[in-house]
T-cell receptor, first 115, second 114 residues
């Protein structure tokens, strides 16, 4: 079965500093997609960044970037210049090419950005 | 644009009661989804509708039914609520039913079954 593991239940970072959230996954497939979703206190899930497994180049979105290590099945999220508004739960998610659209989510990492 | 709108935002039921969670999207998306989120867990897929007129089971469909009323609306029904269905329910939509498609989520319905 496919699984997504986020080993850090909680993390904190000072405003303006950099933080990295870890994610590992398990699959026997070669083609898949990986995502990081943010869930702020408002509860609404928001897509932060997406990575296609067949692309070797790491995805970036402004202050957010990933370190995708396909052989190690690792997909970490780096947040640079952390802002108070980055305080949220962060979920790593994964979908296989043939999964009929089902996203498999990790249990989440609660990130607190401190002033 | 409102995006994905869910109603109600909060609901308390007694065991055995029924209710329907409503979801509507105004982005002209073809695909819609229902997820549940339990404490300390990620989201799990209950049902999805790849396109208007179709529905399929997800990972945890037992105890639920869905209706894709039209392209905009996708409802989730609990026929006989159980305490194990206490959860936060999220509706989501995507432009197409393709792997890797971005999902747009509603703000959730917090349901407590006593």
């Amino acid at each position: 079965a496919q699984t997504v593991t986020q080993s850090q239940p909680e993390m904190s970072v000072q405003e303006a500093e950099t933080v990295t959230l870890s994610c590992t996954y398990d699959t026997s497939e070669n083609n898949y997609y990986l995502f990081w979703y943010k869930q702020p206190p408002s509860r609404q899930m928001i897509l932060v960044i997406r990575q296609e497994a067949y692309k070797q180049q790491n995805a970036t979105e402004n202050r957010f970037s990933v370190n995708f290590q396909k052989a190690a099945k690792s997909f970490s999220l780096k947040i640079s210049d952390s802002q108070l508004g980055d305080t949220a739960m962060y979920f790593c998610a994964f979908t296989e090419w043939g999964s009929q659209g089902n996203l498999i989510f990790g249990k989440g990492t609660k990130l607190s950005v401190k002033p | 644009n409102a995006g994905v709108t869910q109603t109600p935002k909060f609901q308390v039921l007694k065991t055995g009661q029924s209710m329907t969670l409503q979801c509507a999207q105004d982005m002209n998306h073809n695909s819609m989804y229902w997820y549940r989120q339990d404490p300390g867990m990620g989201l799990r897929l209950i049902y999805y509708s790849a396109s208007e007129g179709t529905t399929d089971k997800g990972e945890v469909p037992n105890g639920y039914n869905v209706s894709r009323l039209n392209k905009r609306e996708f409802s989730l029904r609990l026929e006989s609520a159980a305490p194990s269905q206490t959860s936060v329910y999220f509706c989501a939509s995507s432009e197409e039913f393709k792997r890797g498609e971005k999902l747009f989520f509603g703000s959730g319905t917090q349901l407590s079954v006593l």
